[in-house]
């Protein structure tokens, strides 16, 4: 079993930055794919990066695609999401899953465990 709960969500202003992470406890955190994906109010979850659990290759959706990066660090047992440039399209609350020797899929169906998500605002 594995708990995440994700942190460092907020209001922002447009063209600002936050950091989201993602505490994991339990099972080995270096053998799990780190997904995070948003879901906005009346719509459905979108994925949005993912780092595959060697942390070899990293994956985004185009619409974050050059501001927003993904990473880990195995030895506090957390994932990260750094998000730059931010725009009012991406509000939304924010949600980290781990998948067990994942490749970093865009789909929630490859992932194990979710977190119970951040809120992230982004005024205009």
């Known amino acids: 079993q594995v708990q995440l709960v994700e942190s460092g969500g907020g209001l922002v202003q447009a063209g600002g930055s936050l950091r989201l992470s993602c505490a994991a406890s339990g099972r080995t955190f270096s053998s799990y794919a780190i997904g995070w994906f948003r879901q906005a109010p009346g719509q459905e979850r979108v994925f949005v990066s993912a780092i595959n659990w060697i942390g070899t290759s990293t994956y985004y959706a185009d619409s974050v695609k050059g501001r927003f990066t993904i990473s880990t660090d195995n030895a506090k047992n957390t994932g990260y999401l750094q998000m730059n440039n931010l725009k009012p399209e991406d509000t939304a609350v924010y949600y980290c899953?781990?998948?067990?020797?994942?490749?970093?899929?865009?789909?929630?169906?490859?992932?194990?465990?979710w977190g119970q998500g951040t809120q992230v605002t982004v005024s205009s």
């Open positions: 899953a781990a998948g067990l020797y994942g490749l970093g899929s865009p789909s929630y169906q490859g992932y194990d465990y």
